[in-house]
């Protein structure tokens, strides 16, 4: 294989529980995510003076990679700090990368994919925000040429997500990520999102659509009986399963709705989904466009926004990836690690590798390293 950098496109890092006592502006101090233990030991975060319905006994779901998933979540033991050291602080990060071979990631918060369905007052949401986003720049600012920080923007109130990318490209941010599931129900094709779209088009501002914890997913009123880390339940394994369709909504939303047209520059990031379903989508989404574009009005088919200004990851184990890469080509793809979360794998980069040996040199370099580096300016 030609060498070329490898650049981790969602690595992932364990937010300090003091991060929003910390960083919070005055005015919501009060009010600043934390984590307490109960009775039992089994930690938990409060989030605006409540217990969170859903961050409870967390550490083996978000900093168990390469162990014994159903032990260390059935166990009790497992603390949010058991963790690789590399999930905490920037040196030990920096350090896991030079063991790993990786020259670059662009990095996401862990309790961030989750806190934001239990906000529902705008304003807190958005202070969130801008605390992790402080925060997370002072974490890159150990080497900020390798480590990205990629902003968290709410849009909870889409006027002050305005405000935080704007704020953000100024102290030098390179991306910024939301939930694929809007927080407000109100879907993305909706024109009340244009500020936002607009805002990251000057900025030059990639946003990735990252999935997270959704309220409303398909199946959410399957109530689960367990915790949210117990093994047992299938309504557990079925979460991973279809958290990807949200994903795939946002991006259809955004076809559907003319936003491509309308903002020819945007770019837009597809992460953690896997990368295999974007060819039959792409066919999906253009056989309906030949039936219905005398009703959306698209310029052009959903398959050229995407090859015009769309990137997807891909997981390292997924086998289809050469073959989806012929058809959608390799410009397209980036892959990710997921570091250091229960089902991400401790040989990212190896299986990375492995996984898009049989393409071209070129095609690897740009998968590996270099449609990131164009992604994000680098």
Known sequence: MAAGKVIDADGHILEPPDLWQRYLEGKYKDRAIRMEKDRDGVEYFVIDGRPSANLRGVGPAVGGIGQPYQEIATSGSFSYFDGPKGAYEPTA????MDEEGVDAAAIFPSLGLTWEVEVKEAALAAAYARAYNNWVIDFCSADPRRLIPVAHISLLDIDEGVKEVRRVAKLGVRGAFMRAAPPSQIPYWDRAYDPFWAAL??????IGFHVSLNEYFLGHQWKMNESVT?????LHGYRFSVVMFDVQAAFAALCQGAVFDRFPRLKVLLLETGGGWIAHFLERLDAKHKLLSWKTGLKEYPSEYFRRQCW?????DETTIPDVVKHC???KFIWASDFPHF????AAVEETKQAVSSLPDEDQRLILGDNVAQIYNL
């Open 343 to 346: 089902d991400a794998s401790p």
């Open 329 to 331: 080509g390799a410009d």
């Open 312 to 316: 997807i990851s891909f997981d390292p």
């Open 93 to 96: 990060r920096l350090s896991y």
């Open 230 to 234: 117990a093994v047992s339940s299938p």
């Open 201 to 206: 088009q000057e900025a030059d501002m990639p």
